[in-house]
């Protein structure tokens, strides 16, 4: 019987690669070529299985160009790239890389929070810039994490995960606005207080954006959000770029509305906003929360027994739809 065959649309490690070619017949971009939609389409036709990152946008027109398409399985715990109505409209299944990343990102929200507030990659430049001449009481003075309000927006697993490093680490007052309220074992466990929106932004020393992306949640952060918070405040966010506006929130850091920011993610990445490379007061980083070399081996892995599961099997691990 001939095996299925499965696009995997960007380069993974090599292991991957080797278990995937036990079940099927596999094309791989493992020179890691950033395709044109009508390239992933192309090389998509045909295919019953993709294994995806957040780069791919699978559509509906990408789904109308390749009937043969069964399941894509996302190596990333968010898939806004994935218009999940479509595919289950056309019976393929999305699938994606949940709790493994979680505290690894978790840790990573955290270092950026600390390396924004207290201005550590901006203090390094100008070091390396040969411009540090003598010791002065305000050089590169930041904010306190320890004992300050921590302010997380979107309290799903790795929200939580920052608020109990908040919490339980660094002795900070936690506040959170989700959805939903947490229960209160969870609540009492993360040492969180559930607050609206408006109140989190106004009291917050430090606000942390960990909310799913969705139309809904665009621009969660735009001008009348940052006119709201301290102008000694420092915003984070490790969720996904549109999340923030990223020009109100360049003006902001610009005229010292807002202290500083942290930014694992852009609206448009891998292109960053002009102005956000112009100011100082920000932390750039390029999607790395996850990227510890054994959670992305496990996000792997976790996609990979998806498409086995599936596709072999007939039962994927981590469903997002019931197609
Ligand atoms: C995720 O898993 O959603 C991360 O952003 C990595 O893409």
Known sequence: MSKPKILVARSVFPETIARLEAHFEVESNQDDQTWSKPQLIQKLHGKQGAFTTGSERIDAEVLAACPELKICANMAVGYNNFDVDEMTARGVLATNAPDVLTETTADFGFALLMATARRITESEHFLRAGKWQKWSYDMFAGSDIHGATLG????????QGIARRGAHGFGMKVIYHNRSRLDAQLEAECKASYVGKEELLKTADHVVLVVPYSPASHHTIGAAELALMKPTATLVNIARGGIVDDAAL?????????SAAGLDVFEGEPKVHPALLEVPNVVLTPHIASATIPTRRAMAELAADNLVGFL????????LNPA
Request: charge should be positive; hydrophobic fraction near 45%.
């Open 152 to 159: 997380i927006i979107g309290m799903g697993r790795i929200g």
């Open 250 to 258: 360049a003006a902001a850091l610009r005229e010292k509305r807002l």
């Open 312 to 319: 072999v099997h007939g039962k994927p691990v981590t469903p």
